[in-house]
């Protein structure tokens, strides 16, 4: 079954639609080809990051105070000199055409529509010019890069420029596409229809890597991708371009305290969904030691695993500015094209105000680190937070 083809689904937030993010993606499982599902729902090797990222929101507890104005709550944050409706951004993802026929110019729409930035992925199945258009200056559009070579990062570093991008998102987790066993076992490779334009001069389509038994994704990667990429060619790209750089799959203390010296301007703590490094940790649990070395001087933003409104609360009061979605995005949008993906993210904004409004923040910035405790409470040497004390009269 072709995406869409079934017509669309209820949009969350219409009535008898969705409730809950959970509830689309029951939804959008049963209107994607098995194979489809698979590469948008997996990780790689066993999984163990994949699961990891979500339980790890089941670690924390909010603090709530009671008895504050909570008559006006406002979840809008500042990035990069805009101002964003929530604290939410929809991650970069490849061929969002596998969801819906619409693509990547849906999802703009969506992201325009609830005054988020969308990351348009390098390997996106339309051009960042006609993606631009669709966002109609609604939403702000950062490019994410793959390391393909100076000559094709340039050239997209370029292009984004004139287009109005307002940053660069270097992906630096992925030295090569890890070994996904959904997609070897499914032989995956996008249908030759979808292709991803902007980088069709300089990269043999994905198709053409094809093969019985292998991901075409992994082997296009290890034949395209550079892994001999270091923090020098990161710096010469950021002298390079008037746009911020922002570094996505940052996990240890060290890399974002080099992701500050190299002038990034803002670092995500990512482990791509638990689509590389299977046995990395969970994003959230890498968050406080990221926030702790960066100590205010850049943006911390996360992904991974984000599924409520409280996941969005946690990670603030952990040290994150924002966070990313993923998967949710491409749910909604297998759904109910664009206003399914916007569905998504005014669910994602009206529970994290709902969680603003109940525990006594009334501003994003309110979610401070007294904002959350160890749960369950710390009673042995391993716990998440164990030692740390909740400080008086906070
Ligand atoms: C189908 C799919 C495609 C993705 N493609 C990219 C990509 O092209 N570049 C990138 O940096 N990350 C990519 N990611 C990772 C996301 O940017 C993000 O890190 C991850 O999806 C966040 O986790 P979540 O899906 O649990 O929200 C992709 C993820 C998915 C699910
Ligand atoms: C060489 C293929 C690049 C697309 C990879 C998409 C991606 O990052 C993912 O997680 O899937």
Known sequence: MPPGSAGPAPAPGTPGGPLTVAD?????RGRLPADVWDFIEGGSRTEWTLAANRAQFGHW??????????????????????????????????????AHEEGELATARAAAAEGVPLVVAAFAGRGLEEIATAAGGGAPLWLQLYWLGRKVVDELADRAAVAG?????????????????????????????????????????????RAAGASAIEAQSRDRFDPSVTWADLARLRERTRLPVVLKGVLTAEDARLAVEHGCAAVIVSNHGGRQLDGALPSLAA?????????????????GGIRHGSDIAKALA????????????????????????????????????????????????????????????????????FGEAIPEGS
């Open 287 to 303: 968050l406080p030691e990221v926030a702790e070395a960066v100590a205010g001087r850049i943006p911390v933003l996360l992904d």
């Open 61 to 98: 507890a909010l603090r709530p105070r009671v008895l504050v104005d909570v008559s006006d709550p406002d979840p809008s944050v500042e990035l990069f000199g805009d101002r964003l409706a929530a604290p939410l951004a929809v991650a970069p993802m490849a061929y969002h055409e596998l």
């Open 165 to 209: 991008y307002r940053a660069l998102v270097v992906t630096a987790d992925a030295p090569r596409v890890a070994r996904r066993l959904r997609d070897v076992r499914n032989s995956f490779a996008p249908p030759p229809h979808i292709r991803a334009v902007n980088v069709d001069g300089a990269v043999p389509p994905v198709t053409a890597y």
């Open 24 to 28: 689309v993606e029951t939804a959008a």
């Open 318 to 385: 952990l040290g994150a500015q924002a966070v990313l979605v993923g998967r949710p995005v491409l749910w909604g949008l297998a759904c109910a094209g664009a206003p399914g993906a916007a569905g998504v993210l005014r669910l994602l904004r009206e529970e994290f105000e709902e969680a603003m409004t109940l525990a006594g923040r009334p501003r994003a910035t309110d979610f401070t680190r007294t904002a959350v405790t160890p749960w369950p409470p710390p009673t042995w040497s391993g716990a998440p937070g």
